[in-house]
């Protein structure tokens, strides 16, 4: 039996007008307020790692800022997975379903 892999979504920083997304850190902010939503929740504390969730990550691909979504943290939390989806839909923003290939294995 397989297991399908969640599906991930890439908010892109491009309106659906064609315009650029301002500010120019959007991602980034997007992201670290999604970043307590991991693998097991977050663990608090002066210990606590500091980064992007999993499920939540700022790239630039193509030359376009984005934030890939993975549809499990929708799952994990859905209050997280709606307040990224509509901050896109308030925002105009691009969004598609898509997935990242894995790097070829090296020869």
Request: with cysteine; net charge neutral; hydrophobic share 40%.
């Amino acid at each position: 039996m397989s297991v399908t892999k969640p599906r991930e979504f890439f908010i892109q920083g491009i309106t659906l007008e064609g315009r650029t997304f301002r500010p120019s850190d959007w991602a980034e902010r997007l992201a670290g307020a999604m970043s307590c939503f991991r693998p097991g929740g977050g663990a608090g504390g002066i210990g606590a790692f500091i980064g992007y969730s999993p499920y939540c990550v700022p790239r630039v691909i193509n030359g376009v800022k984005c934030v890939i979504v993975n549809e499990a943290l929708r799952d994990l939390e859905p209050m997280a997975w709606d307040f990224v989806m509509n901050f896109a839909k308030d925002n105009h923003l691009q969004v598609s379903e898509a997935c990242l290939l894995p790097d070829p294995p090296s020869a």
